[in-house]
């Protein structure tokens, strides 16, 4: 059993930067996929961007690609987000979630998650 951590959100101005950080406890972190997640009020949760248990490889949604990189410390059981050139359609509570196996887009493949982390970025 994984049990996940995020710290790191607040609220900034539009342009402005955060990072975020989850940590791990309760299980081998290098053997897990890891993903940030967002749902803002009144949508859908979506996958903002996934890496595999190697780190080698990553994915990004359309929407941040090139603002956000999501990176890995296995020694600090530690996954970040680097949120860059934040805009107001950013604001969302972020989650970090964990799987075994290989990275994925999909929130319900996804059996670990932390409590989520608030970010909220004024215009």
Not at 21 to 37: E, I, N, Q, V
Not at 72 to 94: F, G, H, I
Not at 95 to 117: H, N, V
Request: glycine share 10%.
């Amino acid at each position: 059993q994984v049990q996940l951590v995020e710290s790191g959100g607040g609220l900034v101005p539009a342009g402005g930067s955060l990072r975020l950080s989850c940590t791990a406890s309760g299980g081998r972190f290098s053997s897990y996929a890891m993903a940030w997640f967002r749902q803002a009020p009144g949508k859908e949760r979506e996958v903002v961007a996934a890496i595999t248990w190697t780190g080698g490889n990553s994915y990004y949604s359309d929407s941040v690609e090139g603002r956000f990189t999501i990176s890995r410390d296995d020694a600090k059981n530690t996954v970040y987000l680097q949120m860059t050139d934040l805009q107001p359609e950013d604001t969302a509570v972020y989650y970090c979630a964990a799987r075994l196996s290989m990275a994925a887009k999909a929130a319900s493949l996804y059996p670990y998650w932390g409590q989520g982390t608030q970010v909220t970025v004024s215009s």
